[in-house]
């Protein structure tokens, strides 16, 4: 692994990607120095208890810590917080942070994503939040038993409207497909979702958009809907996607397109830079360009970085791996479904009560796999994957495992 010899490995981006790469050097033996700057005001931190735990108030921000303070120290890691790099340059190898330049043999860029903005909203004077970060998490903590609008039932918004139910809240959701989660899903799990929402008070509402949003006269959020209802909420929460978090890269001149473009082993167009996590737009062997925001492939995009930048020729080439927790249903996702969706879903289990689990099948071959509340089946799950259909996959009177024999 030591073909590049590097002696200097710069990381931009505190996130769980680069937390996890600088793990990787040292677990791989690397020696060199290793610089990790990351912009919020924190050493990196995992998000997934933004929208679960730590909303809830049953985990602390210091519980979300990807590594204690400690062992940036103790592993030798220059960690820069608080800071964000305001410049990259590929020929002279070098970032600039607070207006000095630091030099590298190889970069990585896991600089991540940031929330999608909705402009109507951020124009309306109404109290509005967004979901990303230790600080907007514990903001929308204190709103959390009032009477919340959520835009957009997707994971974030879906796990937001149940914390706040379970606190007590008021909880509206909006939506302006007519199945939420179906690409991913199909529709007969969106409604397994939906259903879940509503048997908890949620008032999801679904092939509706919000059309204006102003000050109420109260002091909250005054919505019109195009269902042609009005909703008068305490706080409004767009949950309506992440963007790429690309800005430096692009101007650096590397190339980006939903994402900074990374080769099957997360090297860019540099062949000195690396990309990882969320940021990165990868070429997977058999999934093609997928670029996947999940807590999983941070971590494992951030340490198979690592190992192609201490010169490793394999190619990454993981399934993704996504978890969610609401109410009491905790769901497990295996796989990808591309952009051609799936031909058929063969769900096993009973919906009533949600122990479900369901494979995807695209071409005769299962893509994808889940389960809810059915903790049995993560490993038929991710057995499956990749191999051909045949009558016991489609058999739904034997269980998952015996459907792989
Ligand atoms: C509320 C929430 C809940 C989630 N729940 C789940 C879940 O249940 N399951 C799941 O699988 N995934 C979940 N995710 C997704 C998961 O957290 C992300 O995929 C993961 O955080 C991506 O890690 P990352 O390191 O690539 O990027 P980020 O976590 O975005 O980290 C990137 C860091 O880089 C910093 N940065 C950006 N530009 C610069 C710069 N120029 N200089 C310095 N620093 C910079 C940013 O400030 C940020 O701190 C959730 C995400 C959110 C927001």
Redesign the pocket.
Known sequence: MSQNSPQNIVI???????ASAAAELRDQGYDGAIVL????PHAPY???P???DILLGSATAADAAVKDAEWYEQQRVELITG????GLDTGARTITVDGRAITYDQLLV????TSRHLPMVDASGAPFAY??TIEE?EALRKNLSGRMLVIGAG??GL?VASAARQAGGTVTVVEAAAKPLAGPMGEEMSDVFVGLHREHGVDLRTSTTVESIEHGSEGGARASLSDGTEVVADIVLVAIG?VP?TA?AQAAGLEVDDGVLVDARLRTSDPHVFA????ANHDHPTLGRVRI??????IQQ?RHAARSMLGSEEAYTRQP?????QYDLGMEYVGHVGPDGFDEVVIRGDRGSRVLNALWIKDGVVVAGMHTNDWDATDSLRAWLGRSANEKTRDTSISLADSLG
């Not at 931009?12 to 680069?18: E, F, K, N, S, V």
């Open positions: 931009i981006g505190g996130g769980l990607a680069g700057v990351g912009a919020e995992e998000r997934p933004l929208s679960k800071t964000e790099v305001t896991a600089t991540g994503a979901l990303r998490s994971w974030i796990e992440a978090e430096l990882a996590g969320d940021v925001e999940h807590w999983d492939t941070a951030g791996y996504f978890f969610t927790d």
